[in-house]
């Protein structure tokens, strides 16, 4: 079965991801699938691309048992490829997420051009609880969407954050009650449908050619730091841990 479902209605693309049971984890083979849906050729009529989840969770990022197995590497660098994919969409890329965006999960909704959130759902980095970091790709963009404040509270602390807090501080498009989630999301993309095509072509070139400029600054220490904490031994336990659902002992090694 495939770990990706592609739903085209009349000029929206809709990209479901297909791994109920494993709470829309990221692996190996789902990101291949997101990466070739995202840079499949733009049909004339297409419009819009809509990214969504299966089943109650949107997407509980990076899937650990994967992660472990490959630590200081491994598919660390598809889930960057499929989030550039996102980025360069020439499209705009609406994030309908109905239930908790976590760690990979949630920066695949804040690479989106806009966010259409459930209130049930929740966004956040559980990284520090796992002994891992999020590398520079990953942090950049957190610092773009949610500012110092929020990424310092997102990233340190590892607690989801509720959708109605990023909302209220202005950080996603849409928050709305779970019954009315499918209304809001249907009249933001059909709003986008219905707007001039080469307008936001031209609008979503200008949103990226900025990303040029961030890509640019030097981050070799931050590198450095981040390999460190993942090939750590606190990164094993804390991984294992979260697989057996158990309180990790961090060492500091």
């Known amino acids: ?35 070739e849906a995202l840079q499949a050729p733009v049909a004339p009529d297409d419009r819009v691309v809509v990214i969504r989840g299966k089943g109650d969770v949107f997407c509980a990022g990076l899937d650990m048992a994967e992660r472990r197995e490959t630590i200081g590497g491994g598919n660390a660098s598809g889930i960057e490829v499929m ?8 499209l705009p890329v609406v994030a309908v997420v109905h239930g908790d965006a976590i760690a990979g999960g949630n920066e695949l909704a804040l ?18 609880q796992v002994g891992l970091a999020p590398n520079w790709f990953l942090a950049k963009k957190l610092m773009e969407v949610l500012g110092p404040v929020t990424t310092r509270e997102m990233l340190l602390l590892g607690d989801p954050l509720p959708s109605t807090k990023l909302h209220a501080l202005g950080l996603i498009a849409r928050c ?3 019954d009315q989630l499918e209304a809001e999301a249907s009249k933001v993309v059909d709003r986008l449908a219905a707007n001039a095509p080469l307008s936001l072509k031209a609008m979503k070139a200008l949103t990226v ?22 090939k750590s031994q ?4 804390g991984m294992k841990a979260r697989l057996e659902k158990r309180t990790a002992k961090f060492q500091g090694k």
């Open 1 to 35: 079965m495939s770990k990706v479902i592609i739903e085209k209605s009349g000029p929206v693309k809709t990209i479901w991801m297909n791994r109920p049971e494993k709470r829309n984890a990221l692996d190996s083979e789902l990101m291949r699938e997101m990466i």
């Open 83 to 90: 989030l550039r994919a996102v980025e360069l969409c020439p």
């Open 111 to 128: 690479h989106c051009d806009l966010v259409v959130a459930s209130e049930k759902a929740r966004f956040g980095m559980s990284l520090a």
């Open 176 to 178: 709305v009650p779970a």
């Open 209 to 230: 050619k900025q990303l040029e400029f961030r890509d640019g600054i030097k981050h070799d220490d931050v590198d450095t730091l981040v390999q460190a904490a993942m």
């Open 234 to 237: 606190d990164a094993q336990e």
